[in-house]
């Protein structure tokens, strides 16, 4: 099971896209209540949004953004059974991939 979630909606003209990903997002300075050890760092690294294969927003993202990250904008046009695939790559080498229809 995929750890991102997408929804699109088409309004104008334009789709709006919207995303959540299932993510610890530790930054690496927070303490284990019980050990009172640091829990390592564990964060997306990179993004990436394509639009039917051609890649429209690539990004790095850092450990300051929050657990369960949630992302949307607007694209321009995006006509419905156009497909919106969505990546990520974290520190630790994990990644997920998922594709969407817009609807």
């Known amino acids: ?16 896209i919207r995303m959540l990903i299932a993510h610890p ?3 690496g300075r927070n303490r284990d209540a019980k050990t009172d050890s640091l829990i390592p760092a ?3 690294q990179k993004l990436t949004v394509k ?3 051609n890649v ?15 992302f949307a904008f607007m694209l321009k046009g995006g006509n419905i059974g156009d497909k919106i695939t969505i990546s990520w790559v974290d520190n630790l080498g994990n990644k997920d991939t998922q594709d969407h229809i817009v609807k």
């Open 56 to 70: 429209i927003i690539s990004g790095n993202i850092g450990a300051n953004v929050s657990k369960d990250p949630y």
């Open 25 to 27: 997002m530790e930054h």
């Open 51 to 53: 639009h039917n294969k």
């Open 42 to 44: 564990h964060f997306i």
């Open 1 to 16: 099971m995929s750890s991102i979630k997408i929804r699109s909606k088409r309004m104008d003209g334009k789709t709006q």
